[in-house]
């Protein structure tokens, strides 16, 4: 950080105050070439993740698609809030960890796919039956024929 007064890079932390919320430090600074003293502000950069579609439009990632996708796979089954909340938590840490600003829908209903199977097998097909497109009752069955297996 270069001293806004004469240019040297020679600065020093005087302090460094958090902001409340920890999203954001400022740093009071002390140039050793003039003594000046001068405050920096240093954020978090926010990275937006966008989600590729299948028709290879893009969008911005949001996670109340993924909790609204769980939530009426659910409807009526004994799944509590808190499990989708759990799920709905997992999808996002896996999403933005595995990838680099950008992710297919494909790749997030996978991840959303086995989440949900390990709560409800019932929820498991309703979603797959959307996420994979099933056209009829064989495509069910076949699905349901390899859960039973496992
Ligand atoms: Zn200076």
Known sequence: MNCPFCG??????????????????????????????FTTAEYVEKVEMMVVKRDGMR????????RSGLERACEK??????????MTREVEREVLT???REVTTEHVGKIILREIKKVDHV???????????FHDLQDFNTEIQSLLKE
Do not use: H
């Open 59 to 66: 969008e911005p990632f949001q996670l109340q698609k993924v």
């Open 8 to 37: 040297t890079s020679d600065t020093r932390v005087v302090n460094s105050r958090p902001s409340p919320a920890g999203d954001f430090v400022r740093r009071r600074r002390e140039c050793q070439a003039c003594s000046r003293r």
């Open 77 to 86: 089954r004994p799944v509590s809030p808190e499990q989708i909340d759990r």
């Open 123 to 133: 929820a498991y097909v309703r979603f797959a039956s959307v996420y994979k497109q």
């Open 98 to 100: 595995t990838a680099d």
